[in-house]
């Protein structure tokens, strides 16, 4: 049951992506809501993910799963690099009673998918 979570971490955090997450470590996401997540609260926040990051920049986008009482909410926000092609999307996640937020970078790609992007290192 834990593989199948952290497989649908995965997938959750691609929402729209290649295989950018393949090679990433995903141990720091024991204990994250997403870690928590079923399949079904996996395609709920892959939508909210998608719709999202299609929308207009500040908009909120909330999931919830009735069945397993998950829930969470979305908005994208300018990219702070000022990529026109990157949002950075402020994330809030509940699942078993565990909440877990956080901000994260992504960057639309010529064939339309949005994986997750490091920002840029400061030189």
Request: charged share 20%; glycine share 8%; net charge positive.
């Amino acid at each position: 049951m834990r593989t199948q979570s952290i497989k649908a971490i995965a997938a959750a955090l691609m929402i729209m992506g290649s295989g950018a997450l393949q090679a990433a470590n995903m141990a720091f996401m024991a204990d994250q809501a997403m870690s928590r997540f079923t399949d079904q609260d996996a395609k709920y926040f892959n939508e909210a993910g998608h719709a999202v990051l299609q929308g207009k920049e500040g908009t909120e986008v909330k999931w919830n799963n009735p069945g397993t009482g998950a829930f969470g909410t979305l908005i994208a926000y300018p990219d702070p690099e000022k990529n026109p092609d990157c949002r950075v999307v402020h994330m809030v996640n509940v699942a078993e009673n565990v909440k877990s937020a956080g901000y994260y970078r992504f960057c639309k790609q010529p064939d339309g998918s949005w994986p997750p992007v490091m920002p840029p290192r400061k030189k």
